[in-house]
């Protein structure tokens, strides 16, 4: 990735009462904030599909690719991020994490999933 300054906002569910509702508010904010690039770590839509379709959906409107990191369950409509990104440190044919958010970012030709490793 080189000299890339990429500074990052994370959105934390951990203790969160309802760590979904969370979840999708900070898609939300991420939009109106204006993020490059959004990413959603163990995403399970099967709760409550339609406030995920609507949070994703707003990312999607607002042109930010949204990629999903080792979803337990993706949305049906795949048009509402631009890949998923499944570790595997073990994986010979990985590629490095940030490679792969900049290629999704810069909406270069990628795979529907890309595995990923955070080993340099």
């Given at each position: 990735m080189g000299d890339v300054d990429i500074q990052t906002v994370y959105v934390s569910a951990k203790d969160a009462k309802d760590p979904d509702a969370v979840m999708r508010q900070g898609v939300r904010d991420m939009v109106d904030?204006?993020?490059?690039?959004?990413?959603?770590?163990?995403?399970?839509?099967?709760?409550?599909?339609?406030?995920?379709?609507?949070?994703?959906?707003?990312?999607?409107?607002?042109?930010?690719?949204?990629?999903?990191?080792?979803?337990?369950?993706?949305?049906?409509?795949?048009?509402?991020?631009?890949?998923?990104?499944?570790?595997?440190?073990?994986?010979?044919?990985?590629?490095?994490?940030?490679?792969?958010?900049m290629t999704v970012l810069n909406d270069e030709p990628h795979e529907r999933q890309i595995v990923v490793t955070t080993l340099r």
């Open positions: 904030r204006v993020v490059n690039l959004i990413v959603v770590s163990d995403l399970d839509v099967s709760a409550d599909a339609l406030g995920w379709d609507a949070a994703l959906g707003s990312a999607r409107e607002a042109g930010i690719p949204v990629a999903l990191l080792n979803p337990v369950h993706a949305p049906d409509d795949a048009t509402l991020y631009a890949a998923t990104l499944v570790l595997n440190d073990r994986a010979a044919d990985a590629v490095r994490i940030d490679d792969a958010m």
